[in-house]
């Protein structure tokens, strides 16, 4: 008998009876541990079905149309059907999974292969698709328009931009008027996203940065299911799809054209990448891309913020107070700050430091000379814009906690983001040869992948009654992994994060300190006793249904021209 064949070797270490047992024992525990080990493995010898994510029940369409029109209810009831943390549900053939929880989403932020463009392509379809320009870059090219990206949001480059992004939204506040009621969901920053991402002279064109904002507005409201799903049938909505996108691209790429042919240098972050000798195409696909990208995030928060602070002037006056210490810092104001009541803007002023407009001559000389825009050329501006505009980077970046405190408890209550991404493992990739797991769940290849937001910024288990707003939130502090993802986290931060907190604070600061009045009100002009809860089903800008919510207001001070 086999044990038996031990028997000599434990004779040699033990009495006879004891090694006539060990002889026995032993290797019937040991294979009892391997058959423990390798048979009842439990992963590797299940049925695969029971590493899958399980399946929603129906993939008609009639049961997908919500994941397009109610995208947030869709996936709640997704978790509810499934009774699991993790599912699949089919678009058309193929397959998407839904993740949530912790492990799952430590394991997506951590995950390589999970291709963000592929994803976002497939399930969001509001961009401009033009394929080479705004789609289907490859990564060398994606790689050097986030390059451009980062050297536009360079201290230097930030600094230069604070004065004209400040007298940009002032204007935009100037004409609204001295006072009236607005509503708040109308796009506050797109004027500012244009100045710092697109051409001056466009910027500079409030008919045409009105153009570009209904046309990109037109793209959001002609993405249906029929084309994100089915792009290439003609449907009337696909073809205002292409219709706006081609818009879009006549005006930016004439934009290019005239500044090349004009020769006259500017300083804004598109003649950074002419200056650098970078493609046509890569230019314009730069600005339109980008443009949305930015310009979508950054107006829903700004809305956001503008419309939590009508409603808690609390927390307005304690980021006055935060703005009123920084000038008294770093700017000597132009006019007395130091109480809400004396917080008038004087006509325009000229800002320290500005100097008429110059234009350089030629854009091959244009690096060493002074370009129009460039901080020796500031626009004239108010006393208050003046006093903003002298607050160093720095100090907006560094001594601003309540402003911090603020947009974070708005893009965690009032970011609708899904995270999207398609398993797509490089063959040179250590996982090309390995299964992907996230949350304990196997994920096919070529399969979509989302990961809602929602999952952690309204955990009632994270976050106490977590759809109140409340900037004064301990639970922000949280070290859990992935707590809060506002910017994104792990492999995908937000590469426009440091421009995209600058805009949110000057905005902020000038909304805390610009109006002498600011009430949520309802249609007929009654203070809110209570403001709309952020509209998460509207996955692009979070507004709630129309009509619920308005800002009365008063500015300080006389008329700004
Ligand atoms: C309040 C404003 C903004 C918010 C809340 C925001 C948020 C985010 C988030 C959450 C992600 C990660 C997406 C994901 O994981 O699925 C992201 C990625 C990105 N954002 Fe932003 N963003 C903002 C503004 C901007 C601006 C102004 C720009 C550019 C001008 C920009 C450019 C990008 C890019 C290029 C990515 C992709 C990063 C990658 O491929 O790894 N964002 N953003």
Redesign the pocket.
């Known amino acids: 008998m086999y044990p038996l064949g031990f028997l000599p070797f434990f004779c040699s270490l033990v009495s006879h009876d004891a090694a006539v047992h060990a002889a026995v024992l032993v290797p019937l525990v040991v294979l009892a541990l391997w058959f423990y080990a390798v048979a009842l493995r439990p992963t590797s010898t299940k049925n695969a079905d029971d590493v899958r994510p399980v399946h929603l029940p129906g993939s008609s369409l009639s049961h997908i149309l919500p994941f397009f029109h109610r995208r947030f209810d869709f996936i709640n009831q997704g978790f509810e059907l499934a009774g699991q943390a993790i599912y699949q549900f089919s678009l058309l053939r193929n397959p998407v999974i839904v993740l949530s929880g912790e492990a799952a989403r430590r394991d997506f932020?951590q995950a390589k292969d999970l291709d963000?463009?592929a994803?976002?392509k497939f399930l969001s379809g509001a961009i401009p698709m033009l394929p080479g320009v705004t789609t289907e870059l490859g990564p060398r090219v994606?790689a050097l328009?986030?390059k451009r990206?980062a050297a536009s949001q360079t201290s230097e480059s930030l600094s230069r931009l604070i004065p004209h992004l400040l007298e940009d939204s002032r204007r935009t506040m100037s004409a609204w008027g001295y006072s009236g009621t607005l509503d708040p969901f109308e796009s506050l920053l797109f004027q500012t996203?244009v100045r710092?991402?697109a051409f001056t002279e466009l910027a500079d064109d409030a008919a045409i940065v009105k153009r570009l904002r209904e046309l990109y507005d037109a793209l959001d409201t002609a993405t249906t299911p029929a084309t994100v799903l089915l792009p290439w049938i003609p449907s009337p909505s696909a073809v205002r799809k292409i219709l706006s996108t081609k818009r879009i691209y006549d005006i930016i790429s004439k934009a290019l054209d005239d500044r090349v042919k004009n020769g006259v240098a500017r300083d804004d972050t598109p003649q950074m990448l002419i200056d650098a000798g970078d493609e046509r195409l890569i230019i314009i696909g730069f600005v339109m891309?980008?443009?949305v990208?930015?310009?979508r995030?950054?107006g829903?928060?700004?809305s956001w913020l503008f419309t939590f602070l009508s409603g808690h002037p609390e927390w307005r006056e304690k980021a006055a107070e935060e703005m009123r210490g920084l000038i008294a810092r770093h700017a000597a104001p132009s006019s007395p700050l130091s109480s809400p009541d004396s917080r008038a803007e004087s006509p325009t002023v000229a800002a320290p430091g500005h100097h008429p407009e110059r234009s350089s001559s030629s854009s091959s000389s244009a690096s060493s000379s002074v370009r129009e825009g460039s901080p020796h050329n500031r626009p004239p501006m108010s006393s208050l814009t003046a006093s903003l505009s002298n607050i160093p980077l720095s100090a907006w970046e560094n001594e601003t906690p309540m402003l911090d405190a603020l947009?974070r408890e708005t893009?965690r209550v009032a970011?609708p983001?899904?995270?999207?991404?398609q398993y797509l493992p490089l063959s040179q990739s250590h996982a090309a040869d390995k299964e992907l797991y996230l949350g304990g769940r196997q994920i096919p290849r070529g399969a979509y992948v989302m990961?809602p937001?929602s999952d952690v910024h309204l955990s009632s288990e994270i976050y106490k009654d977590p759809w109140r707003w409340d900037p004064a939130r301990k639970e922000m502090d949280l070290k859990a992994p992935y707590s809060y993802?506002?910017?994104?986290?792990g492999?995908?931060?937000?590469?426009?994060?440091r421009?995209?907190?600058l805009?949110?604070k000057l905005i902020t600061a000038q909304v805390a300190l610009g109006f002498r009045e600011l009430r949520a009100v309802d249609t007929r002009g009654a203070t809110l006793s209570e403001l709309p809860r952020p509209n998460w089903n509207d996955v692009l800008t979070c507004k709630p249904p129309k009509g619920s919510c308005y800002v009365r207001y008063e500015r300080t001070g006389e008329h700004d021209p």
């Open positions: 932020f963000l463009g994803g976002f994606t328009i986030y990206l996203s710092a991402i891309g980008l443009l990208a930015g310009a995030s950054t829903t928060t700004a947009i893009l970011e983001h899904v995270a999207m991404r990961y937001f993802v506002g910017m994104g986290a492999s995908t931060v937000c590469q426009g994060k421009l995209a907190t805009e949110l």
